[in-house]
Structure formats: C-alpha cells, structure tokens
C-alpha cells in the first residue's frame, strides 16, 4: 500500500475524476458513509453525536457522516465553524443533502466565541464527536475559532473520531506529535494512508492497555491505477499477506528452510536462545543454534525442537576464531537456508573479527544484528550485499555507530539515511525505533506502524533476528515483503501481548507467546477497511 503526500493525495481524486470518471459527490458520498459505518461499529452504543465541521470538504465529508448516523437512528447535531452560506462546492451539496434529506437534522452555525461558547453543554452531552473541521489540504497552525474548539473538547471525556486526519496536523509531517491539533481517539481515512497517518502518533492510548487507538483507510472509489507516489514509500502490513497462505497440504519441514543462530557468549545465553525461539514459533522448518561451549546447555531448553553446534570458545567465553579453522566455517553452514549472527555474541576477544568473517564468507542470507552488528563500527564498508541477500536490524545506537554519526543525526534524518545506506550497502536495513523502517537496495521503503512501548524491553531485537529468519527462509524468492512481513508481525504480537498483559509487564518471550494472535489477524476486515495501527477486535 503506497502512502501518498498530500499533493499526491490531492493529484490521485483529480485522477479518479478526470481520467477514471468518478464524481467528486461519489468520492465524498463514499468517505462520509465510511466513516459513519466505522462509528455505528466502533462505538455502538452511542446515542448522541456531534459533528464538528469545517466549511471545506472535511466537513463535506463530516455532513455526509450526519446524514447517514442520522437514518441509522442515532440523535445527531452539526456544529458548523461558519454560516450556511458559506459552503461552497461539493460541500455545499452535501449539506443540501443533509438538509433535505433529513427532517430533524440540525446545524449550528458559529460565528464568534460566544456561539460556541453557548454549545458547551451539546458538547459535553454527546456519547460521540467527529472531527470534521479540516483535512489533508490544510496547512497548519488552526486559528480562531478551530483554536477554541479544540480546547473546549480536549477537556471532554468523550470519545472523537477524526475524518481524515485530526484537524490541525499537516498530512506531510513525519513527526511523531504535532502541536495545536485536535485530539483523536480514532481516525478514517481514505483511499490511501498519509505520510501523517503512518508516521504520526495520532490516536491516544486505548484504556484497555498500551495499544494504540485505530487508523484505518477506506477505499472510496479511486482505482489503484490512479494512485500514484514518487516516495518509494509504502507500508509493511500490506506485505503480511505473504504469511497468511495456507500451507501445502503435501508439505514437510525440509520446504520451510533450515535456519542457523550463531551467538551468545558467557552470561548472554538468552539471546541466542530468544533468537531461535522466535525463529521456531514463526515457521521455519528447522533451527540450529551455533553457541559457545559454556552456554549449549542454557540455550538448548528454550524448546526441544532446537538443535545445537557446540562452538570453541576463548577465555572470556566468547567464540574463537578457532571456529573458522579450515573448512569449518564451510561445515557449519553446509544444508542451511539462512544465517542470523549476532544475538549475545559479545564484543569481547575474537567475537567481533569472527563475526566479521561470517558474514563475508557466508553466500546463503545473512541477518546480522546486535554484536555482529557493532563488528562493523567504523569498518562499514565491508558490509556489501551485492549478489546476495543482506539484512541488517540496528536500533538508532548500532545504527550510529555503523554510520559514524551521532544518535541525534540518526533521528534526524530517518528516511534519508536509510535510504542511503541500503542502496550504497545493497542490502536491506531494517533500522528500528518508533516507526522502524525496512529500506531495500532499490531505494524503496515500507514504513512499519505495529508495536508499542511495552516491547522496549531486552530481547526485543532478538526476537525480531528470529523472525525476520525465518521469513527468509520460507519465501527465499521474496525477500523485501519476507522481511516487511516479519517487521510487521512482531510489532502485533507486541500488540496483543499488551493487550492482554499490560505494557509495563510485557516480556520479549511474550510477543513469541502471541505470534499465533499476529499470524491469524489480517489488516483489511470484512467491510473493506484496512487497520494502518490499532487492533480490531
């Protein structure tokens, strides 16, 4: 799913319209009837709704909403920021549809403090808001009486939709708050996600746990031909659908790959055995552990099925490069699919030039994380996936490190050095952090949206080696969707252990545990919308 700019958003209805022959009224019809069917859904038991509504075609959208929660049987009042008269264009017609169509609807115009001051008791009566007052074309900051709307509602404790976007953000930012906008609990839009609606964290906290409220997109009417981004960014949960096949019935564990985990040192067993943990609950078909001596026995009880390779270690139980004598490196990888190197192998001794070899010598599909990863600190070109399958999963710390810049340089410029990096490197990054992306050599970009706070916890970055692993090794012929898919999916088991659990008692091993929750979800439910962040339930 390709995520639009504004300007892009604005060229794709020009498209519909001009090229592919819908009406403007048929999008507007479909937007304001898709967010009246979420909230009929969503928030069934509300009785009362108030529609917030601007004068442009988020309120157009907004009176289409009203109009349809008012046929549904629901008690429904429009509060319009300006006069009747001063609608124009489509949404003008769409209040004329309301008006004529709906014997009790009513609209109260607002024009200064004092009107709006007078609907404070309607709005603190409403089971609902929707916030239709402006969309994806408006350029921040919201001025006047918008201003004073926004900070009557922010003190209610009623729930709000949002129509395309909360009112005031700017639809092209990629920052994770935007100052001065309204509040959302949950937001429709349509057609396409927005560089906003992806990057943004644009619905509260649900009350139920650390999950996030739901942004979900509509399709109104445009074909997909018509939508059109120069970005090269897209979104990773489009790409779970690689997961979601059944499997053939004639299968066995031999077509499902054989995945190695080398890691681990002394007093670090549990990464490498959070790695392949994860790697097993996500499909491969067999996993070995390659771990020193010292730790064999701690990692092989995280699950029977795992199998084991003792590795010689040094003095401070790290692995020598005792290991690559002769041909061993050439029997350690012999018959496997994928090589997932770094989980706890430690930065200690010959780890880091071991490491190093691994991933050179290596010709199968590396993932390479954690210490492997801080190997190449200042030695980052050597990291070349010409010809090969490459992946990398630094947090923004490894990340800078790799990079020779700072942290705060790393945040700074998210997309661009990613980007960068992969396209010079050849290989696909997946750098994580709020909104982790997955940049491929082509220079594209999914953006992922699954996840939350309760995974900021140790083992994290393992769990997702094993599962980016085993991806690999089930669809070798489709690594950039393999890996987005992998992505995705533990951001959602994240979220269903939050869910259940609490985000402050969420372990790495719980988001294994809700795996299964993760596999069996799919992103678009039976009424064509498609969930962007927050769990349907």
């Known amino acids: 799913m390709k995520i639009l700019t504004a300007q892009e958003m604005e060229a794709t209805d020009r498209r519909t319209v001009e090229k592919f022959g819908v009406s403007l009224e048929t999008l507007m019809e479909g937007a304001g009837r898709a967010v009246a069917e979420f909230c009929l859904r969503q928030y069934g038991v509300a009785l009362r709704v108030v529609v917030l509504c601007g004068r442009g075609n988020n309120g157009g959208d907004g009176f289409v909403a009203a109009r349809v929660l008012t046929q549904a049987g629901l008690q429904v009042r429009v509060v319009l920021l300006g006069r009747v008269d001063e609608v124009k264009g489509e949404a003008a017609a769409a209040l004329g549809r309301l008006q004529s169509e709906v014997s009790t609807a009513t609209v109260d115009e607002v024009v200064d403090e004092a009107g709006l001051r007078a609907l404070e008791l309607v709005l603190g009566e409403a089971d609902l808001l929707l916030d239709a007052v402006v969309g994806t074309g408006f350029k921040p900051p919201l001025r006047g009486l918008a201003v004073l709307l926004r900070e009557m509602v922010e003190q209610l404790d009623v729930p709000m939709v949002a129509v395309d976007l909360p009112s005031g953000w700017d639809a092209n930012s990629m920052e994770q708050t935007a100052e001065g906008s309204f509040r959302a609990d949950a937001v429709v839009t349509f057609t396409a996600p927005k560089v906003a609606h992806v990057f943004g964290h644009l619905t509260r906290n649900e009350k139920a746990g650390g999950t996030f409220g739901p942004v979900v997109v509509a399709g109104i009417g445009s074909p997909e031909s018509a939508v059109v981004s120069a970005s090269g960014l897209t979104w990773t949960g489009a790409s779970k659908a690689l997961a979601e096949k059944a499997r053939d019935v004639n299968s066995n564990k031999g077509k499902f790959g054989h995945v ?258 993760a596999f069996r979800y799919r992103v678009t439910d039976g009424d064509g919308l498609t969930w962007i962040c927050g769990l349907r339930r």
């Open 260 to 517: 190695l985990v080398v890691g681990g040192s002394y007093g670090k067993a549990g990464a490498p055995a959070m790695a392949s943990l994860a790697c097993l609950r996500s499909g491969a078909g067999l996993v070995t552990a390659a771990v020193p001596t010292s730790i064999v026995d701690a990692v092989s009880r995280i699950a029977p099925e795992l199998m084991m390779i003792s590795l010689a270690e040094g003095s401070k139980g790290a692995v020598s490069f005792k290991n690559l004598d002769g041909a061993k490196l050439d029997a350690l990888i012999a018959k496997i699919t994928v090589v997932a190197v770094g989980p706890g192998l430690s930065t200690e001794g010959d780890a880091p030039a071991f490491a190093r070899q691994v991933v050179e010598k290596t010709t199968v599909p590396v993932v390479v994380d954690a210490d492997a990863l801080n190997a190449f600190a200042g030695k980052a070109h050597l990291l070349n996936g010409g010809g090969r399958v490459m992946v990398l999963t630094p947090h923004p710390g490894e990340m800078a490190r790799l990079a020779g810049l700072t942290v705060k340089e790393v945040e700074a410029d998210r997309v661009g050095l990613a980007r960068r990096f992969a396209t010079q490197h050849k290989l696909t990054l997946v750098l994580k952090g709020w909104r982790t992306l997955v940049a491929h050599p082509d220079g594209s970009i999914a953006v992922n949206t699954s996840g939350n706070p309760a995974m900021a916890k140790g083992g994290s970055g393992d769990i997702l080696t094993g599962i980016v692993a085993a991806m690999l090794a089930q669809f070798p012929g489709d690594v950039a969707r393999a890996v987005e898919t992998a992505v995705y999916l533990h951001g959602l088991a994240g979220d269903f252990a939050a869910l259940e659990m609490d985000e402050h008692t969420v372990l790495a091993t719980d988001t294994v545990t809700h795996l299964s929750n």
